[in-house]
């Protein structure tokens, strides 16, 4: 069965430091999210990119945040510098459809990173 | 703008009780509705998911939800729960087409 795949699962840092995550999403998946979902809470959605166009990154911090999806396939998000409120957990999502065609909006969620910044 | 609201952060049931987990939302049009799962450490699964037909829409695991716009609710049953129902829910809307919402979650206890 096809899954998005994630890696690092854990990634621990130091404050200051850059960290990297990157996010293979099912072949096909056009439409591809990076969440943060801080404990407690449920996933807000960082950044969305279609094909290899970012349609949403409104609530993205820019000046420390970054993400592309060169090829249109799988995608790399990086922080720069971490800061102690950045712990979280990091999902990573694709979807078929990037919009209602057809009624299907269903996102298939990777396992997800776990960032811990000291 | 679309918003959901989880009433209840934390849930405990026995086993083989009725689980029940509400979800309302706000949504100025039409909206499609989600529950999924969250296991400890992993990403989300889809339970089910409501688009247009019927209110009554059944998900994985044994579980349901009814849509009922008059109450703007989307609420999760499952008539028998099992142990390995415990994990973290959450509900979300989506209005537009590149726009999802989720609520904080309900933490779903299971007692022998």
């Known amino acids: 069965e096809a899954e998005v795949a994630q890696s690092p699962r854990y990634k621990i840092t130091e404050k200051s430091q850059a960290v990297a995550f990157w996010c293979d999403p099912i072949s096909g998946h056009a439409t591809l999210y990076w969440y943060r979902q801080i404990l407690g809470q449920g996933p807000e959605l960082l950044v969305q990119f279609q094909d290899e166009s970012v349609v949403d990154d409104s609530q993205l911090p820019k000046d420390r945040f970054s993400a592309e999806r060169l090829k249109g396939v799988d995608s790399t998000l990086k922080i720069q510098p971490a800061e102690l409120g950045d712990s979280a957990m990091y999902l990573c999502?694709?979807?078929?459809?990037?919009?209602?065609?057809?009624?299907?909006?269903?996102?298939?969620f990777g396992p997800g990173t776990r960032l811990t910044v000291l | 703008a679309q918003s959901v609201t989880q009433l209840g952060s934390h849930v405990s049931v026995s086993e083989g009780a009725l689980v029940l987990l509400r979800c309302n939302y706000s949504?100025?049009?039409?909206?499609?509705l989600f529950w999924y799962v969250q296991y400890p450490n992993q990403g989300l699964q889809l339970l089910l998911k409501y688009t247009t037909g019927a209110t009554l829409v059944k998900g994985i695991n044994g579980f349901e939800a009814e849509f009922k716009k008059s109450e703007t609710s989307f609420h999760l049953t499952k008539p028998s729960a099992h142990m390995s129902d415990a994990a973290e829910y959450f509900c979300a809307v989506s209005q537009l087409p590149l726009d999802m919402r989720f609520g904080a979650g309900t933490r779903l206890t299971v007692k022998p």
């Open positions: 999502a694709s979807s078929l459809l990037g919009g209602r065609g057809g009624g299907s909006n269903e996102q298939f």
């Open positions: 949504s100025s049009v039409p909206p499609y």
